[in-house]
């Protein structure tokens, strides 16, 4: 059963096509004043054909077609405009580029940007919210925990869901109490589903009477509650975690190992030879401003817990090593120079160095300081497991938990982070780091979480 319907993402692709077109179709009739002819729809319909495809890839790899949770919708304003921004200097250079169009709309690219922008807004933030969903599907969640009263909580904050749930609360509740529910859940007919968390000693019990339940009701689903959360807050809830979990989700494909390495190596000299124009800029910027070095290099804990060495061009007073004391935080300061080279992550230019080494990707978990990595491996279960695959300059964590503790230690917000490396180690694919290399582009663009 597949309690978040494909069909939204349907939807949505089909909205964004009518509104490229819609807004083609408006922003001529402005640019002529007067409605737009068959041969002159023609005329501009055949290039920006090609372009309304790139730019549906475009909002695909911004993440345009996740799941239209609260907290998507908060950025989703920041999102829409951005990614029009790329998308009318996509297509400003496929017009300069390709010539054989024998048009160059300069007036119209900027008509477009505001009204394809604008009806984009309208229809994904007032338009799509209030179509119907249909009636809703009844289910029962049993488990416990902070992760599973965020799940019931966000099904029941949010009308976009096309079922509800009730749930029972394993620690709450006696066994007896537990497999009672169940059974009263199973017997009636209006419940179509069941969410459970599988580690939970309390439910091994009820399996039996759930068993029987599968063969004498028409509709009825067993969900696994940590396969549900994944799949609404794109994250790992780990208070629902066992072992287990993290020892069936550690392989993966050897071609994609071979293939990320391949295209890491290829992508880090190509970059790494345009960022040399740079590097005279940013000395000279960095001198200026304080005088001191140019270059700082840190230990980091890497793939399997080695240690490896990071080099990066400085933006504090001194070399942070995670050393925080009581307070927790680190008492240097950004320089003047170092805020601008952080917000446009020029500063981790040099990382490049480590890419081509094998010492780290250009997507997987933020590499640690030892000292902050110590710490939080004793207090925060699983923390270990993030290990497992090659940290990165960028990440799943990295464009998905805003809060990072920048050169300070946070338990609470290394737990959240660590929820969503644990879901890249489970889901990570060329597609999924090609979605996080992007939306790191955009986010670098809006010179957001510096």
């Not at 907290?71 to 990614?83: A, D, H």
């Not at 580029?97 to 009204?115: D, E, H, N, Q, R």
């Not at 399997?304 to 925080?324: A, C, H, S, W």
Request: aromatic share 12%.
């Amino acid at each position: 059963m597949n309690l978040v319907p494909k069909r939204e993402y349907a939807v949505l692709l089909l909205g964004d096509v009518v509104v490229f077109l819609l807004s083609l179709w408006i922003t001529l009739a402005l640019r002529y004043f007067e409605a737009p002819s068959l041969e002159l729809l023609k005329t501009f319909l055949t290039p920006f054909s090609f372009l309304f495809f790139v730019w549906i890839v475009v909002f695909f790899l911004a993440g345009l077609y996740s799941r239209h949770t609260r907290l998507f919708r908060s950025r989703l304003l920041t999102t829409i405009v951005s990614t029009q921004l790329l998308n009318v200097i996509i297509a400003a250079l496929f017009f300069f580029l390709v010539s054989a169009f024998g048009i160059a709309p300069k007036t119209i690219l900027f008509l477009y940007l505001i009204i394809s922008s604008g009806l984009i807004i309208v229809w994904r933030t007032i338009i799509f919210p209030r179509l119907p969903t249909g009636p809703k599907l009844k289910g029962v969640l049993i488990a416990s925990g902070p992760d599973a009263e965020a799940l019931a909580h966000e099904v029941s904050s949010d009308s976009r869901y096309s079922f509800q749930l009730e749930m029972v609360d394993t620690k709450r509740a006696s066994t007896a109490e537990v497999i009672r529910e169940a059974c009263r859940a199973l017997e009636s007919d209006e419940v179509a589903f069941l969410v459970v968390d599988f580690s939970d000693s309390s439910i091994e019990a009820a399996f039996p009477i759930m068993y029987d339940a599968a063969f004498q009701k028409n509709r009825f689903a067993l969900i696994d509650a940590v396969d549900l959360y994944q799949e609404m807050f794109e994250r790992v809830p780990l208070s629902l975690l066992q072992y287990e979990w993290i020892l069936e989700n550690v392989s993966s494909s050897r071609v994609y190992d071979n293939l990320k390495r391949f295209i890491d190596v290829v992508a880090a000299l190509l970059v790494g030879t345009i960022s040399f124009i740079f590097y005279p800029f940013v000395a000279l910027a960095i001198k200026l401003d304080d005088g001191g070095p140019l270059f700082i290099e840190q230990v980091r804990v890497g793939r399997f817990q080695q240690p490896i060495k990071v080099l990066k061009f400085r933006t504090m007073t001194g070399n942070d090593e995670g050393n925080y004391g009581k307070n927790g935080v680190t008492a240097l300061k950004v320089t003047r120079v170092g805020k601008w080279l952080r917000m446009l992550r020029i500063d981790e230019l040099p990382q490049l160095w480590a890419v081509l080494r094998g010492d780290m990707s250009f997507v997987g978990p933020r590499p640690e300081l030892p000292a902050l990595a110590g710490v939080y491996s004793a207090r925060i279960p699983y923390y270990s497991a993030r290990y497992l695959v090659a940290p990165g300059l960028t990440g799943w964590a990295q464009i998905k938990h805003d809060r990072d503790p920048h050169h300070g230690a946070d338990i609470e917000e290394t737990r959240a982070k660590l929820s969503h490396d644990l879901y890249y180690l489970k889901h990570r694919s060329l597609l999924l780091d090609l979605s996080i290399f992007f939306q790191t582009i955009r986010i670098i663009f809006m010179a957001r979480g510096s």
